[in-house]
Nanobody, 125 residues
């Protein structure tokens, strides 16, 4: 079974940094793409980044470009989301998800097939 476990959320001040982790199991890591999504209270889910293990392609939403970085450790089957220059509007539940590589091409519109439980990030002003 595909399993994804997100962790690393917490409370951070504006301008601070945080690293989220997504530990994956139950599938061949190199054959899948991993995405990070977030959902703030009362708002729709937002796809913020996607990474294709097959060719290293990375996608970022405009809202996080230049501040967030997705990094994969294939040996550990773990994908990290480095979040810098955090803003109050980054407060949300963050989820990692997995799907076949082509899902990255439209992950923001269609999401992904496999989801882990979220980890809460709160940015205080």
């Amino acid at each position: 079974d595909v399993q994804l476990q997100a962790s690393g959320g917490g409370l951070v001040q504006v301008g601070g940094s945080l690293r989220l982790s997504c530990a994956a199991s139950g599938f061949t890591f190199d054959d899948y793409a991993i995405g990070w999504f977030r959902q703030a209270s009362g708002k729709e889910r937002e796809g913020i980044t996607c990474f294709k293990s097959s060719d290293g392609t990375k996608y970022y939403a405009d809202s996080v470009k230049g501040r967030f970085t997705i990094v994969s450790d294939n040996a550990k089957k773990t994908v990290y989301l480095y979040m810098n220059s955090l803003k109050p509007e980054d407060t949300a539940m963050y989820y990692c998800a997995a799907d076949r590589p082509w899902a990255c091409d439209d992950y923001q519109d269609y999401g992904m097939d496999y989801w882990g439980k979220g980890t809460l990030v709160t940015v205080s002003s």
